[in-house]
């Protein structure tokens, strides 16, 4: 089992930054293909970012791309989403997932998540 824990969300002011970590458990951490998700009140769970375990290799929703920066540090186990230039989308609550060999965006291809981490956009 992976075990993940997100943190560092919080109120920020339209065009400001925010950087959301999510830390893992696990011994196979490394062979997982990770992905950060966001969800708004009401709305269904929406893939934002993945990285690839094997390699370098990123893949971005079109809504976030040049403005956000997923990243991996092994030798912690921890998973990062560097948000920059946020748009006042009001509050959303981002969630980080470990891939089961599903597709890379949609929700039903991760197995493992966490319990996520609210972020609120003000305009």
């Known amino acids: 089992q992976v075990q993940l824990v997100e943190s560092g969300g919080g109120w920020v002011q339209a065009g400001g930054s925010l950087r959301l970590s999510c830390a893992a458990s696990?011994?196979?951490?490394?062979?997982?293909?990770m992905g950060w998700f966001r969800q708004a009140p009401g709305k269904e769970r929406e893939f934002v970012a993945a990285i690839w375990g094997s390699d370098d290799t990123t893949s971005y929703a079109d809504s976030v791309k040049g403005r956000f920066t997923i990243s991996r540090d092994n030798a912690k186990t921890t998973v990062y989403l560097q948000m920059n230039s946020l748009k006042p989308e009001g509050t959303d609550v981002y969630y980080c997932?470990?891939?089961?060999?599903?597709?890379?965006?949609?929700?039903?291809?991760?197995?493992?998540w966490g319990q996520g981490t609210q972020v609120t956009v003000s305009s």
């Open positions: 696990g011994r196979t951490f490394t062979t997982y293909i």
């Open positions: 997932a470990g891939n089961s060999g599903g597709s890379i965006y949609a929700k039903s291809g991760y197995k493992y």
